[in-house]
């Protein structure tokens, strides 16, 4: 079976896609093939740079609002699951209505919400608006990726969607350098004000650029059903990973959690067999590359996002440095992402994409466990070193995810496809922090009381232990107001030391995801309809 579009994304005929309208690439403003390239980045960078902008501002945000440690975690892990969730029903939403006004109340929506972080007074309302903030940034991602392939003809589109995930992946690694910036001169809340009037530029330059394109056969309903068993399997699980250190891991409420999520994706998968348009087709699933290739995804985030997520602590708190010293800090991961995208897509498009993927993950492993010898008096050198190899393993993946996942895909499913490579992106940034925050939050727990007690420091009730512990996840001392300068002193180094123990160990199961990682990458090939699709022409 095939369906239309303005343009034949079917790859089922003998003729390859051709370009809109009239055959000709458009050469006025609107719907120009590069100016809604510009257009979409403009979008999709607020997408991406708020998925690691906030890391940086995680410390100060803590402080402002006498957040907790899971709280902050949901700062992160709200707006990722959201994103995570939506993503594939934001891209039938564009398919059924059409990208550009998708991508235009994605653009609004995002901006908007962004601002109502920025005025929020309680840790509540900033989770609750971050939610809206992924919920938004669903409908530009699948949406932006939909106009490129309606608006380049075959022969460019591959380099298109090149430049795409290089703007993704240099905003997603640019996040802590702008984040520091902002958080040290300005404030908090300016991390989140600065996309109001980057939404504003995106609105006016999709109004005036963007062409509309609809599917004649587009979808004329939505599996309702199937996004609430998704949502509700993936919310029970990152909430018993998230509240398996308060309540243990032996308490019946994690494992009541951690069943029903289960259950929920056992009964997701059934529902998607019978319904007549699933959200996610398994038969895509079918095909072992790009199986593959998901599930590779999920693991880079968890190990990226989830090791992320301490660095910034680790910097901040334990280092004492600012915000922006921090975010430069990270310059050499930032760096070697930007760098080695286009060499990485350029060693892919020549070898493919099994060796490349196999070897950024391995440099990922090597990275992570670097980053597990950290120390309290570990000097910039050594860390530069460990970040910049994150960066340049990181990379390849980034860049040839959508080649791996949206080439083995038939080519009446890329669409749902491209909205699947995002997704599974979101899940494992999600879970990487769950995950990993619950690692280090039990390390911790296990940890404090033995150090405590060795340093020769007076005992601590449990009710105030609790409240170390909590401190120190984040790599903060719990000294009171007018402590002794000696036993201060004493609690400083137990707590730092207790945070690097249970930081080492979240990075050395980072490393363990990643040398797995490894393992599924040799599975990944370059797809059939990866030429089909998008060409390997060049301008």
Known sequence: MTSQTTIDTTGSGDKAPSPPSDGSPATGLRGHPWFTLITVAVGVMMVALDGTIVAI??????????????????????????????????GKLGDRFGHRQTFLIGVVGFAA??????????????VTFRVLQGLFGALLMPAALGLLRATFPAEKLNMAIGIWGMVIGASTAGGP???????????????FFINVPVGILAVVLGVMILLDHRAENAPRSFDILGIALLSAAMF?????????PEWGWGDGKTWTFIVVSVVGFALFSFWETKVKEPLIPLALFRSVP???????????????????????????????MSPIDAGLH?????????????LAGAMITKVGPRIPLAGGMACTAIAMYGMSTLDTDTGSAIMSVWFALLGLGLTPVMVGATEVIV???????????????????????????????????????????????????PPLTEAQEHQASEAVQVGVAPIAPGTPEAIATKINGVAHDTFISGMSLASL???????VAVLVAMLTKRGENAEAGAGVGHI
Do not use: R
């Open 290 to 320: 790009l199986s593959a290739g998901v599930v590779l995804m999920v693991l880079m985030a968890i190990a990226f996002m989830g090791g992320l997520f301490f660095v910034t602590f680790y910097l901040q708190n334990v280092h004492g």
């Open 113 to 126: 919400a962004s601002g109502a972080i920025g005025l929020s007074s309680s840790i509540a309302l900033v």
């Open 509 to 515: 199961v980072a490393a363990g995801v990643a040398v």
């Open 407 to 457: 080439g083995n895909a038939p080519m009446e499913l890329s669409g749902v496809a491209g909205g699947l490579q995002q997704a599974a992106m979101q899940i494992g940034g999600s879970l990487g922090t769950a995950v990993l925050g619950a690692v280090m939050a039990s390390k911790v727990d296990s940890d404090l009381a033995g150090n405590w007690k060795d340093a020769g420091l």
């Open 236 to 244: 029970c699980l990152v909430w018993a990973l998230i509240k398996a």
């Open 57 to 90: 501002a995680n410390p100060a945000i803590q402080k402002d609002l006498g957040a907790t440690f899971a709280q902050v975690q949901w700062i992160t892990n709200g707006y990722f699951l959201a994103l995570a969730v939506s993503l594939i029903t934001a």
């Open 177 to 191: 350098i702008i984040g520091g910036v902002l958080v040290e001169h300005v404030n908090w809340q300016s991390v």
């Open 330 to 342: 990270l310059l050499p991961l930032t760096g070697m992402m930007i760098v080695g995208s286009p």
